[in-house]
């Protein structure tokens, strides 16, 4: 999502492919407002939910061994 965002601000790419924050220093002038990180972790929980509540219903119906340990 970072990656995306920062493409449709016209915000360099490239460290993050590259590391991100972990290896790389934060280029002069990236970053976003509270507002738009709020959207951004909504829309990650919300694109989160559905693979989770799948996953969930999945566990619930079967009992097979594997799947306690996942």
Known sequence: MAVVAAAFFHQPIAWLLHGG???ND???GYGHNLPF????????????YFPCRWWAE?????????????
Do not use: G, N
């Open 37 to 48: 990180i709020y959207l951004m972790w909504t829309t990650a929980v919300v694109i989160l």
């Open 58 to 70: 999945l566990k619930q119906r079967r009992t097979d061994w594997w799947l306690s340990y996942l």
């Open 21 to 23: 924050f972990f290896l």
């Open 26 to 28: 934060i280029p002069e």
